[in-house]
């Protein structure tokens, strides 16, 4: 577990698990029987899926689907399983769902028309073959995390200060995995 200056974030980040992996390879079996053919490929996506990265033990699970157009199918599907859905959080690319209380899981489904599934595959990949910049993230996080006002941690989703960089560190990960492909 790493401990920062204020014991009460100390929960917040853990030290990698691997475990994470088996309980995304669970959950993804449950979303798998109830979504059956609409799931075109489901992915560990997230700080969780990648390997020696401290993260908060929130599994962030993407599904790749034909088509997000109908919400009410995957809401009224998932529901059952105690996935909430999260219009607030939701946007045209992709249909956000939580799971737990506190929040073990993130759920996002997108389709091929819309970034979000290449952006995240791409970022999760780039990252699990460069380790350089796992730690360079890593602290990117931490540092942030301590910058963070308690008002934030009801839900660091929102926390501008805890999400400061982070758009930029994945922006420069996604040109570095261009110029990799050239």
Do not use: C
Request: hydrophobic residues 35%; proline residues 4%; charged residues 30%.
């Amino acid at each position: 577990m790493i401990v920062d200056k204020n014991i009460n974030r100390k929960y917040l980040f853990q030290d990698y698990d691997p475990g994470w992996a088996i309980k995304f390879e669970n959950e993804a079996l449950k979303i798998k029987e109830v979504l059956g053919d609409q799931i075109l490929d489901v992915q560990h996506i997230g700080s969780t899926s990648i390997q020696n990265l401290s993260a908060k033990p929130i599994i962030d699970i993407g599904i790749l689907t034909p088509s997000i157009q109908d919400v009410q199918f995957f809401t009224s599907r998932l529901s059952p399983l105690g996935y909430d859905y999260k219009p607030d959080m939701s946007s045209m690319e992709r249909i956000f769902l939580r799971k737990g209380i506190p929040v073990e899981y993130h759920l996002s489904i997108t389709d091929a028309r819309y970034g979000f599934w290449y952006r995240n595959i791409t970022f999760r990949d780039y990252l699990r073959i460069h380790p350089e910049f796992v730690k360079e993230y890593e602290e990117l996080k931490k540092n942030n995390l301590l910058e963070t006002p308690e008002s934030d941690f009801e839900d660091l989703s929102f926390s501008k200060i805890y999400n400061n960089g982070k758009g930029d560190f994945v922006q420069k990960i996604l040109d570095l995995a261009k110029l990799d492909l050239k």
